[in-house]
């Protein structure tokens, strides 16, 4: 595609539940960046991807978050056990690495977790 | 303190007026400076980015960096009703391996006919 897709749009979870988010980069980019936004703020780091590894997962915000990107293309987040506060935008990026200038990171359209 | 400070507004003016969106920050590393506008329930798109200090124009948007102030603006002149959105900054620094852009919460824009 020519953006970077995210699915579910949308996703209610009973708390206790787990989830899993899906984000497919646009093609050939090598990093990837997940992101929380909850109302009325900016995103939040979550982790970084550069291909299949993920590099920095220091804003993971406990051992119920998980990531992978097991094939260096499509990447999930997965999260257990969900809690009410983990109700948020979750919001992908892609973008092509290039130490020698800025490079854009291109951003889907989030999946909007509520979590009852 | 969060390393980049943004007032959320909202900042409400006429159509017509000249808008003027700042940030500031904490993190004298970072180099790279960006501008992303967000309508309701999308993703960020990049507006403009700068690197380091200096004014960058694009049509009726200006960028500016003050690296000895530690902050930036966004100046959007003959403000339009389909500019209503919110206006996110975000910066990156130079080195390390994870260029990882850091968000300010975004400020509410609404511009009114």
């Known amino acids: 595609g020519a953006g970077v897709s995210q699915s579910p749009r949308y996703k209610v979870a009973k708390r206790g539940q787990d989830v899993a988010l899906r984000c497919d980069p646009i093609?050939?980019?090598?990093?990837l960046f997940w992101y929380q936004q909850a109302l009325g703020q900016g995103p939040e780091f979550l982790t970084y991807?550069?291909?299949?590894?993920?590099?920095?997962k220091s804003g993971l915000p406990s051992d119920r978050f998980f990531a992978e990107r097991p094939e260096g293309s499509v990447s999930t987040l997965k999260i257990q056990r969900t809690q009410q506060e983990d109700s948020a935008v979750y919001l992908c990026?892609?973008?092509?690495?290039?130490?020698?200038?800025?490079?854009?990171?291109?951003f889907g359209q989030g999946t909007r977790l509520t979590v009852v | 303190q969060k390393e980049v400070e943004q007032d959320p507004g909202p900042l409400s003016v006429p159509e017509g007026a000249i808008v003027s969106l700042n940030c500031t920050y904490s993190?004298?590393?970072?180099?790279?400076f960006m501008w992303y506008r967000q309508y309701s329930r999308k993703g960020p798109e990049l507006l403009m980015y700068?690197?380091?200090?200096g004014n960058k124009e694009d049509g009726r948007f200006t960028a500016q960096v003050d690296k000895s102030s530690k902050y930036i603006s966004l100046f959007i002149r003959d403000s339009q009703p389909s500019d209503s959105a919110t206006y996110l900054c975000?910066?990156?620094?130079?080195?390390?391996?994870?260029?990882?852009?850091?968000f300010g919460r975004g400020t509410s824009l609404i511009v009114h006919p």
């Open positions: 990026a892609s973008s092509l690495l290039n130490r020698e200038s800025n490079t854009e990171a291109f």
């Open positions: 093609s050939g980019h090598v990093s």
């Open positions: 991807f550069q291909n299949e590894a993920q590099l920095d």
């Open positions: 993190n004298s590393a970072f180099q790279y």
């Open positions: 700068t690197y380091s200090s």
């Open positions: 975000a910066m990156r620094t130079l080195s390390g391996g994870s260029y990882i852009p850091t």
